[in-house]
């Protein structure tokens, strides 16, 4: 049942576009919330369960959701950012300057999305976490805590990137990996299988970790080494390739 006129902060205009087959259509405030308006224009929708009548939610500019997406709370879309399929971005979550949330993806909390960043499949992207700068989460992979992407990271398969930890310059992250407590995963460094890089130590320069492995305790892989199987590295101890 649509909520009653009276209680709408927007209305859907007759003015519509076309976007990947689907109409969509120009909303409007039809009270003041927030930073909007009364009177304002916003984003496009395809009908109303995209954009929630409750809440400070809200789409602006270009920004588009169609399909069965729901944006609710106070979640704010902007800058040419674009959700469908069956995503959710609830919360005080964040779209903004043409980052794109679709399929099953999830983004809520305080997360904040942008600069051509994606999150699609069943990802999750949470706390006050933060992803730019063309990166993307797939999967069923976690973004979580105070965790940053940027420079077009990846995180796919079940990953978890989490506690303030950042994946910078061409890195990833797949299978079970996880990357935790302020670790670094940087300049196009792996990590996957069950591996786990924790506490303040950073894998980079086109370094792999995989297999079982733990890297904690402050410590450094770099320079293309590998490092697999079962191996534990520990205690401020550094693994390159000279």
Same mark, same amino acid.
């Given at each position: ?34 930073? !909007?308006?009364?009177?304002? #224009? ?21 920004? /588009? ?35 794109? /949330? ?37 999967? #069923? ?16 398969? #079940? ?37 786990? !890089? ?16 733990? !890297? ?27």
């Amino acid at each position: 049942m649509s909520t009653d006129l009276s209680k709408k902060k927007y209305e859907i205009t007759s003015e519509s576009i076309i976007v990947n087959g689907n109409t969509l259509y120009r909303i409007k405030a039809t009270k003041s919330f927030s930073d !909007v308006k009364e009177g304002d #224009f916003g984003g496009w929708i395809a009908q109303e369960s995209n954009l929630s009548q409750e809440g400070d939610c809200w789409i602006y500019d270009n920004s /588009v959701c169609y399909e069965d997406v729901r944006v609710t709370e106070n979640a704010t879309l902007r800058n040419n950012s674009r959700a469908y399929g069956s995503a959710r971005i609830n919360g005080e979550a964040k779209l903004r300057d043409n980052a794109q /949330v679709y399929g099953n993806a999830r983004v809520t909390d305080f997360a904040e999305m942008i600069d051509f960043a994606k999150a699609f499949d069943s990802s999750q992207i949470m706390g006050s976490s933060k992803i730019a700068g063309t990166s993307s989460a797939s999967g #069923f992979s976690k973004v979580s805590d105070y965790s940053e992407m940027s420079d077009n990271s990846i995180i796919s398969g #079940f990953g978890q990137i989490s506690g303030k930890a950042s994946m910078l310059n061409n890195s990833s992250l797949s299978g079970n990996a996880k990357l935790t407590d302020r670790a670094i995963l940087q300049d196009n460094a792996k990590i996957f299988g069950d591996s786990t !890089v924790s506490e303040l130590s950073i894998v980079k320069d086109s370094a792999e970790v995989y297999g079982t492995t733990v !890297v904690r305790g402050s410590s450094i892989v770099e320079k293309n080494a590998e490092v697999f199987g079962r191996a534990v590295i520990e205690e401020n101890q550094v693994v390159g390739l000279n």
